[in-house]
């Protein structure tokens, strides 16, 4: 980060909710999913799933193709209704609602493949995001025009702000469809700030990028985290982007949560090897 000014702007320090029996924020899940199952005709791609997220931190989501670790995020999300199980964000039950609803409540959600507005500038990009802008009421422009334009200024700095922090402002008026595969993960992360939101979930912010762009997103991930108290859930299969960048990590199988824990303990532990390697693992143990 070139400017000081605009980090400190950028990044601002979040406590996190305050609960009103006095017990700090961490000691209560910032996301817990509660036997979430969700079938597709005759396939059941999540399976009484049920793990917290804890406020503040960086849990990495792991496990082979297949897992059903992208349906659990629509689940989350509000894109796919479970067939059973709940799911709360800071203590509400969120489950079900869609996803503009649970958007407002703080939770943004990110895909493997970035769905950007091609046509728009990448500054345009940024200033869609805040919901309930006054310009969107027909009326508003009519009767209030210095309002609507002292917004639009307004949102024009703060998506300024963004990107300098995420470090893409040459590309700030250009058309996001320009961009390449990393910067658009980017954008991606931008969008999510403009957004102020308490958790983001990641859905391989790694996939197609190159190895610089993917240092710079893990900075920015770490730092967002650290300095303003972001949450992170994020999906991913670059295991040593996900040693390293969290903890805990989850891992699924077959559309279960199998195991939790530190990512060292991960690594080595027989039942992660077993479903990641198959029959390899057997034989080679054997």
């Given at each position: 980060?070139?400017?000081?000014?605009?980090?400190?702007?950028?990044?601002?320090?979040?406590?996190?909710?305050?609960?009103?029996?006095?017990?700090?924020?961490?000691?209560?899940?910032?996301?817990?999913?509660?036997?979430?199952?969700?079938?597709?005709?005759?396939?059941?791609?999540?399976?009484?799933?049920?793990?917290?997220?804890?406020?503040?931190?960086?849990?990495?989501l792991?496990?082979?193709?297949?897992?059903?670790?992208?349906?659990?995020?629509?689940?989350?999300?509000?894109?796919?209704?479970?067939?059973?199980?709940?799911?709360?964000?800071?203590?509400?039950?969120?489950?079900?609602?869609?996803?503009?609803?649970?958007?407002?409540?703080?939770l943004?959600?990110?895909f493997?493949?970035?769905?950007?507005?091609?046509?728009?500038?990448?500054?345009?990009?940024?200033?869609?995001?805040?919901?309930?802008?006054?310009?969107e009421?027909?009326w508003?422009?009519?009767?209030?025009?210095?309002?609507?334009?002292?917004?639009?200024r307004?949102?024009?700095?703060?998506?300024?702000?963004?990107?300098?922090?995420?470090?893409?402002?040459?590309?700030?008026?250009?058309?996001?469809?320009?961009?390449?595969?990393?910067?658009?993960?980017?954008?991606?992360?931008?969008?999510?700030?403009?957004?102020?939101?308490?958790?983001?979930?990641?859905?391989?912010?790694?996939?197609?990028?190159?190895?610089?762009?993917?240092?710079?997103?893990?900075?920015?991930?770490?730092?967002?985290?650290?300095?303003?108290?972001?949450?992170?859930?994020?999906?991913?299969?670059?295991?040593?982007?996900?040693?390293?960048?969290?903890?805990?990590?989850?891992?699924?199988?077959?559309?279960?949560?199998?195991?939790?824990?530190?990512?060292?303990?991960?690594?080595?532990?027989?039942?992660?090897?077993?479903?990641?390697?198959?029959?390899?693992?057997?034989?080679?143990d054997?």
């Amino acid at each position: 980060m070139s400017d000081s000014r605009t980090t400190s702007s950028v990044v601002r320090p979040n406590s996190g909710p305050a609960r009103a029996d006095g017990v700090g924020a961490a000691a209560t899940p910032l996301l817990s999913i509660q036997g979430l199952v969700k079938d597709f005709g005759g396939l059941r791609a999540v399976n009484h799933c049920s793990f917290d997220v804890q406020t503040g931190s960086i849990t990495g989501l792991i496990g082979p193709n297949g897992a059903g670790k992208t349906t659990l995020f629509s689940l989350i999300s509000g894109f796919h209704r479970p067939d059973e199980g709940r799911v709360y964000l800071d203590g509400e039950d969120v489950t079900g609602l869609p996803p503009h609803l649970i958007f407002r409540k703080g939770l943004c959600r990110t895909f493997q493949i970035p769905r950007e507005h091609k046509s728009m500038t990448v500054t345009e990009n940024l200033m869609l995001v805040p919901k309930g802008q006054i310009g969107e009421t027909f009326w508003n422009p009519i009767l209030f025009p210095g309002a609507v334009r002292r917004q639009e200024r307004e949102l024009r700095e703060k998506a300024r702000e963004v990107l300098e922090f995420v470090e893409l402002t040459h590309m700030a008026d250009q058309p996001a469809g320009a961009m390449s595969g990393g910067q658009k993960k980017l954008l991606e992360l931008a969008r999510t700030l403009m957004a102020d939101p308490k958790i983001v979930l990641l859905d391989e912010p790694g996939a197609g990028v190159n190895p610089t762009l993917m240092g710079k997103i893990r900075e920015k991930i770490q730092l967002l985290n650290k300095e303003r108290g972001i949450t992170f859930l994020l999906i991913e299969h670059d295991m040593p982007l996900v040693m390293e960048l969290c903890d805990p990590v989850i891992v699924m199988n077959q559309g279960s949560k199998l195991v939790e824990g530190p990512p060292a303990a991960i690594r080595t532990d027989p039942r992660v090897l077993e479903a990641y390697l198959g029959g390899q693992y057997a034989a080679l143990d054997g």
